[in-house]
């Protein structure tokens, strides 16, 4: 993960910490914020969430347009969709990034999520599986096309379940039988989400 925190734009030295009034996050992982945030009593943050492309293509600045009129305290989580604009939003003094290798990492350990890819699981979480059908339209995929995608690609698919969505496991045997794929669920919960969003909404935390 790499981390870009918001500088004085005159001196270039570390601005005054001010808590983020505004979170921009993929809409995967939208409810989970929502939820964490709720969490931790943050009732004065507004919450909202960019296209789930994973990079496929890579987000503009326009898709971000409320950055545009809104110069409160921003925090953007985010993953390979933010590289394109990752160096004009660095620029904006009233911004802090957080760019994961993997968003997975927002709820499972990097070194588990590298683990589980290596064993050639195709990981999801309960906002993407909410989703699958329109997913399966963005791609173009018929029930047959999809099929052969998905066995080429991965053995199984793996969902990363954050046990806020009641409706993810028939979600995921919907998804699941359409591919043809096995299925495994790991309830990884919101925790370390919470962690993450505790230290960056928290003046003066640092990330551990």
Request: hydrophobic share 35%.
């Amino acid at each position: 993960m790499s981390q870009t925190r918001k500088n004085n734009d005159k001196t270039g030295e570390p601005a005054e910490v001010e808590r983020p009034k505004n979170i921009f996050v993929c809409e995967n992982f939208k409810k989970e914020v929502e939820f964490v945030t709720r969490q931790l009593g943050i009732s004065d943050i507004n919450i909202f969430s960019f296209p789930a492309r994973c990079g496929r293509p890579q987000l503009e600045i326009t898709e971000l347009s409320r950055l545009a009129d809104d110069r409160q305290p921003t925090l953007i989580i985010g993953g390979i969709c933010l590289h394109k604009i990752r160096n004009e939003l660095a620029a904006r003094t009233d911004t802090d990034i957080y760019i994961f290798d993997n968003c997975f990492e927002l709820v499972m350990e990097k070194k588990i999520v590298e683990y589980f890819i290596r064993k050639g699981a195709y990981l999801t979480t309960p906002g993407w599986l909410a989703e699958w059908k329109t997913h399966i339209r963005e791609w173009k995929f018929s029930r047959k096309t999809a099929r052969d995608f998905f066995r080429e690609s991965c053995q199984y698919v793996l969902l990363l379940d954050t046990e806020i969505d009641a409706a993810s496991t028939n979600n995921l045997k919907e998804f699941a039988e359409f591919i043809d794929r096995e299925t495994e669920i790991i309830p990884v919960g919101i925790a370390p989400l919470k962690r993450f969003l505790q230290s960056a909404l928290e003046p003066g935390t640092p990330l551990t």
